[in-house]
């Protein structure tokens, strides 16, 4: 293998934005900008099961967007809701397994029952890892995991002498505990808005133009090949990395 060249990433994590501003540029309301993109859900799901890509991790709602006006939050909870459980065929047939990660406590019964119904529906498949973010921030997941540990120490099972990186990224959300190769982050902006800031800590990040509702296939397909060219050395220099190849 050249030294520039990488193998797939493993886990591609994705901030799917812009769905307000492509609403805008049409003249239409920022909701039907939420709804043009569930087909671009569905492409980027495909589209990591054909490349066989192990984690796909989705970010569609963050602890920061309930500020958003009442009528937008409420048009997002029924999408997620909605499009859960219509996509479980999709799912089945890609044998891709569901797992909604982020704050639960929050989300109205009926949307918390269609997440219940979907994983419940794909949590025998073996193929990918769909990770779907939803009331989801990263450093509310990492006060989560503290108090994990916490309880843990309390109860004679982890010893803070004993802690390390690798000991406390198990207290992570377990299917987003793998570290992210790759994320992309569609409408130009240049952050990662509390996404998963552990995880993403040795990423490598692209970041792409178009608004998602115009994110396809092919600039999925443009991702990965900028990201094959990407040299990762995790610290070291080029020749120890060219050793290990
Ligand atoms: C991303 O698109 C979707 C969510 C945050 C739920 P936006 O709604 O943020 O779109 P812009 O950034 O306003 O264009
Ligand atoms: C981040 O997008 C969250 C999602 C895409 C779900 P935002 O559009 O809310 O992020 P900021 O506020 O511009 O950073
Ligand atoms: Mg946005």
Redo the contacts with the bound molecule.
Sequence with gaps: MNISSQSLPKHVAV???GNGRWAKKHFFPRTSGHKAAIKNVRSAIEFAVEKNIEILTL????R??WQRPKQEVATLMELFSEVLVKEIPMMQENNVKLCVVGDRSRLASDILANILQAEHATKLNTGLILNVAIDYSGQWEIVLATKKLLKAIISNQCDVEQLSEECFEKFLIDSIQTPVDLLIRTSG?L?I?NFMIWQLSYAELYFCQKYWPDFTKKDFQRALDDYQLRKRRFGKTDEQVKGET
């Excluded at 970010?59 to 963050?62: E, K, S």
């Design positions: 901030i799917m934005d970010f569609a709602f963050g920061e967007n902006e952050r808005s």
